[in-house]
Protein backbone atom coordinates (compact mmCIF):
# COMPACT_ATOMS: atom_id res chain seq x y z
CA UNK A 1 0.00 0.00 0.00
CA UNK A 2 1.28 3.29 -0.73
CA UNK A 3 2.46 5.21 1.81
CA UNK A 4 0.22 8.76 1.24
CA UNK A 5 -2.62 6.79 -0.10
CA UNK A 6 -5.71 9.35 0.28
CA UNK A 7 -7.62 6.64 2.27
CA UNK A 8 -5.42 4.08 3.44
CA UNK A 9 -8.52 2.57 5.83
CA UNK A 10 -10.84 1.90 2.48
CA UNK A 11 -7.13 0.19 1.15
CA UNK A 12 -6.51 -2.07 4.26
CA UNK A 13 -10.29 -3.02 4.36
CA UNK A 14 -9.78 -3.95 0.33
CA UNK A 15 -6.80 -5.86 0.95
CA UNK A 16 -8.28 -7.46 3.94
CA UNK A 17 -11.21 -8.89 1.67
CA UNK A 18 -8.99 -10.12 -1.02
CA UNK A 19 -6.68 -12.04 1.48
CA UNK A 20 -9.76 -13.26 3.08
CA UNK A 21 -10.48 -17.52 2.45
CA UNK A 22 -13.94 -16.60 2.39
CA UNK A 23 -14.24 -13.70 0.13
CA UNK A 24 -11.53 -12.88 -1.48
CA UNK A 25 -10.18 -16.11 -2.56
CA UNK A 26 -13.83 -16.97 -4.10
CA UNK A 27 -13.34 -13.82 -5.94
CA UNK A 28 -10.00 -14.80 -7.48
CA UNK A 29 -11.02 -17.68 -8.57
CA UNK A 30 -14.15 -16.52 -10.69
CA UNK A 31 -12.26 -14.06 -12.04
CA UNK A 32 -9.16 -15.82 -12.83
CA UNK A 33 -6.71 -18.95 -11.36
CA UNK A 34 -5.17 -18.09 -8.20
CA UNK A 35 -1.77 -16.05 -8.98
CA UNK A 36 0.25 -18.62 -7.66
CA UNK A 37 1.30 -22.14 -8.77
CA UNK A 38 1.60 -24.30 -5.36
CA UNK A 39 5.38 -25.44 -5.43
CA UNK A 40 5.49 -29.22 -6.34
CA UNK A 41 8.68 -31.05 -4.18
CA UNK A 42 10.59 -34.14 -5.67
CA UNK A 43 9.45 -37.29 -3.60
CA UNK A 44 7.20 -35.03 -1.28
CA UNK A 45 8.02 -33.81 2.43
Sequence with gaps: MIKKAPNPEAAKAFLAFL????NGLKTLK???PPPFIPAR???GI
Design 19 to 22: LSLK
Design 30 to 32: EMD
Design 41 to 43: VPG
